[in-house]
Nanobody, 124 residues
Framework: VQLQACGGGLVQAGGSLRLSCAASGRTFRSQTVGWFRQAPGKEREFVAAFAWTGSSTYYADSVKGRFAISRDNAKNMVYLQMNGLKPEDTAVYYC??????????????????WGQGTQVTVSS
């Protein structure tokens, strides 16, 4: 599975952005997909996941209620709608995929497939 993320940019605090991730390969439907982020000087952290079953999502506490992950299996696309952005959301965001993971599993196990990052910068 190959992944390519886009949609990052510069936004003011309180604003919104939508990240997109295009996936290639025939096994997309069996992949749990997720978003991670890495801020300068910090370790990469889990943000959100959408299970391959199509019915389960999981979010980091820091983004719960503000971010929403979705997927379109017909288009092999994953999205991350980010609302109420805060300066602490500034990071490089990565999409990732893992076959048959649970949504919660994406938060504790490193997925095997990664896209390149897209920069999100939130100004105060």
């Amino acid at each position: 599975v190959q992944l390519q993320a886009c949609g990052g940019g510069l936004v003011q605090a309180g604003g919104s952005l939508r990240l997109s991730c295009a996936a290639s390969g025939r096994t997309f439907r069996s992949q749990t997909v997720g978003w991670f982020r890495q801020a300068p000087g910090k370790e990469r952290e889990f943000v959100a996941a959408f299970a391959w079953t199509g019915s389960s999502t999981y979010y980091a506490d820091s983004v719960k209620g503000r971010f929403a992950i979705s997927r379109d299996n017909a288009k092999n696309m994953v999205y991350l709608q980010m609302n109420g952005l805060k300066p602490e959301d500034t990071a490089v965001y990565y999409c990732a995929a893992a076959p048959y993971f649970t949504a919660q599993g994406m938060g504790v196990n490193s997925p095997p497939y990664w896209g390149q990052g897209t920069q999100v910068t939130v100004s105060s």
